[in-house]
C-alpha cells in the first residue's frame, strides 16, 4: 500500500506552496486538502494565465488527478460555488468534499469581523470567519457538509441556534437569517455541491489501498499553527504536518515523503512578531518585486529577511525530508543579502524559537547578492553566490533545499 506524501508552509504561509503543489501534482493520482479555509490562498500561474485557489487543492490543474477537501477544513459553500467552480467547467469526479467537514456559513465572518473590530489589539484576520467556525466545532454546535442533504432539518437546526444565543447575536450586531431566505441558500448550496459529497476517509483509503498516488496539502505555514506558531496571531487550526492525519483521516504510518516549503525571504500578512523584518528599502523591494499582495484578502504582506532559527524549527517540527526554497528571483540584484542565523533574547543569544517572539532581536549573516536567477531551470547554471546562498541555508537548517523556484512559472523550477 502506498504512502501519502505531504507538503507543508515552514514560515507564516503564502510561501509558494500552490506552485509545488501543482508541479509535483502532474506525477499523482490524488490531491488532498486536510485544514484550514478560505483564508488560505494559492496564485498558480500555468502557460501565462493566473488560476487563485482558497479550498480546491492545487491538483485541478491536473486533468488526471482526484481532489479531495478533508474533513479537517471548514467550508464556505458561498465561496467554493461562487468564486472557485466557476473557474472550471466541469470537476465532476475529479473533486470529492468530506461530508464530515464543517461549514462556515455567512455570519461567521460577520461574527469574526465584529470580534476583530473590538478587541484593543487587532491580531489580523481575513474577517472570512474562520474562526468562529472553527469555535461551532469545538464547541460542538458547529454543522457538518453532510447535513446539506436534508436542507429543511439543517435550516430549522440553524434558526434555533439563533434564538437560543440572540443575545450574543446582538451583541455582536448579526441578525438572525429570516428562515425562507436561510432554506433558500442551503438548497442553493445543496444543489450545486451535493454531488461532489462524499465519506473521503473510506475513498482515501481505497485509493492507497489500490497505490495511488496520494499528495496531502497544507494550508498557512508552520509559525501560524494554533499550538505551535506565534500565538495568539495565528490561526485557528493546526497547520504542522500532523494535522494531516487527523484532518484526512489518516494514522501516521500512512505518511510518506514530507516536502517543506519556504521563501528565499520571508513574508508575514497581518500583525504579530516578525524578528526578520526589514522596514527599509530592501524589504518594500522584496514586496514589490515579489508582488507581496495577498491571494484573499489583497493586503500587503510584510517583507523581512530569511529566519534560518524558525525554518529550522519548522523543518524539525514537520519531520521535513526537503525543502523547497521559493522565489529566489525576488532577491535578483541585491548587493547583500542577510539570514537571521540567531536572536538576542533575555541577554543572551539563542538558536531556538522561544515561548514568545515580541522580545526577540535577530542577529544576521551577510551573503553576497547574485545578478540574475530568473527562469534558471539547471542547479548548475545558478551564479555561484546563489549556490553559497542555498548551500549555506542547507547548513543552518539542517535539511536539504531539493527544490528551487526561479520564477512563478512552472517550468521554472529546479529539482536537484
Given at each position: 500500500m502506498n504512502k501519502a506524501d505531504l507538503i507543508?508552509?515552514?514560515?507564516?504561509?503564502?510561501?509558494?506552496?500552490?506552485?509545488?503543489?501543482?508541479?509535483?501534482?502532474?506525477?499523482?493520482?490524488?490531491?488532498?486538502?486536510?485544514?484550514g479555509g478560505h483564508n488560505a490562498g494559492h496564485t498558480i500561474v500555468v502557460d501565462g494565465t493566473t488560476y487563485a485557489l482558497h479550498l480546491i487543492p492545487s491538483g485541478v490543474l491536473n486533468?488526471?488527478?482526484?481532489?479531495?477537501?478533508?474533513?479537517?477544513?471548514?467550508?464556505?459553500?458561498?465561496?467554493?460555488?461562487?468564486?472557485?467552480?466557476?473557474?472550471?467547467?466541469n470537476l465532476q469526479g475529479k473533486l470529492f468534499i468530506s461530508d464530515k467537514a464543517h461549514l462556515l456559513f455567512p455570519f461567521h465572518a460577520l461574527i469574526d469581523q465584529a470580534k476583530e473590530k473590538m478587541r484593543k489589539k487587532a491580531i489580523g484576520t481575513t474577517g472570512k470567519g474562520i474562526g468562529p467556525a472553527y469555535a461551532d466545532k469545538v464547541l460542538r454546535v458547529g454543522h457538518r457538509v453532510g447535513e446539506l442533504k436534508n436542507s429543511e432539518k439543517l435550516t430549522s437546526k440553524i434558526i434555533s441556534y439563533f434564538e437560543t444565543n440572540k443575545e450574543f447575536f446582538d451583541v455582536m450586531g448579526v441578525e438572525i437569517p429570516k428562515e425562507e431566505e436561510l432554506l433558500k441558500d442551503i438548497r442553493w448550496y445543496k444543489e450545486n455541491l451535493e454531488s461532489?459529497?462524499?465519506?473521503?476517509t473510506q475513498l482515501v483509503w481505497k485509493l492507497l489501498k489500490e497505490d495511488k498516488k496520494v499528495l496531502l496539502e497544507g494550508a498557512q505555514g508552520t509559525m501560524l499553527d494554533i499550538d505551535h506558531g506565534t500565538y495568539p496571531y495565528v490561526t485557528s487550526s493546526n497547520t504542522v504536518s500532523s494535522?494531516?492525519?487527523?484532518?484526512?483521516?489518516l494514522n501516521q504510518k500512512d505518511i510518506g515523503f514530507v516536502t517543506g516549503i519556504a521563501k528565499a525571504y520571508c513574508t508575514r500578512v497581518g500583525n504579530g512578531p516578525f524578528p526578520s523584518e526589514d522596514f527599509g528599502a530592501d524589504g518594500d523591494k522584496m514586496a514589490d518585486v515579489g508582488r507581496e499582495f495577498g491571494t484573499t484578502t489583497g493586503r500587503k504582506r510584510r517583507c523581512g529577511?530569511?529566519?534560518?532559527?524558525?525554518?529550522?524549527?519548522?523543518?524539525?517540527?514537520?519531520?521535513?525530508?526537503?525543502?523547497?526554497?521559493?522565489?529566489?528571483?525576488?532577491?535578483?540584484?541585491?548587493?547583500?543579502?542577510?539570514?537571521?542565523?540567531?536572536?538576542?533574547?533575555?541577554?543572551?543569544?539563542?538558536?531556538?524559537?522561544?515561548?514568545?517572539?515580541?522580545?526577540?532581536?535577530?542577529?544576521?549573516?551577510?551573503?553576497?547578492?547574485?545578478?540574475?536567477?530568473?527562469?534558471?531551470?539547471?542547479?548548475?547554471?545558478?551564479?555561484?553566490?546563489?549556490?553559497?546562498?542555498?548551500?549555506?541555508?542547507?547548513?543552518?537548517?539542517?535539511?536539504?533545499?531539493?527544490?528551487?523556484?526561479t520564477s512563478p512559472d512552472r517550468e521554472d523550477t529546479i529539482v536537484r
Open positions: 507543508v508552509g515552514l514560515q507564516w504561509g503564502d510561501e509558494g506552496k500552490g506552485k509545488i503543489v501543482d508541479h509535483m501534482a502532474q506525477n499523482v493520482d490524488v490531491v488532498c486538502r486536510f485544514a486533468p488526471n488527478a482526484i481532489n479531495i477537501i478533508g474533513n479537517g477544513v471548514v467550508v464556505s459553500p458561498e465561496n467554493l460555488i461562487n468564486k472557485e467552480l466557476k473557474q472550471f467547467s461532489y459529497i462524499t465519506d473521503t494535522s494531516s492525519c487527523s484532518g484526512m483521516g529577511w530569511f529566519d534560518a532559527v524558525a525554518a529550522k524549527y519548522a523543518c524539525r517540527l514537520n519531520g521535513v525530508d526537503q525543502v523547497a526554497l521559493m522565489k529566489m528571483d525576488v532577491l535578483d540584484g541585491f548587493e547583500k543579502i542577510k539570514v537571521c542565523i540567531g536572536y538576542e533574547f533575555e541577554g543572551e543569544v539563542i538558536d531556538y524559537v522561544p515561548y514568545d517572539l515580541e522580545d526577540v532581536k535577530p542577529v544576521y549573516k551577510e551573503f553576497k547578492g547574485w545578478d540574475k536567477v530568473e527562469g534558471v531551470r539547471e542547479f548548475d547554471d545558478l551564479p555561484s553566490e546563489a549556490k553559497e546562498y542555498i548551500k549555506a541555508l542547507e547548513e543552518l537548517i539542517n535539511t536539504k533545499i531539493g527544490i528551487i523556484s
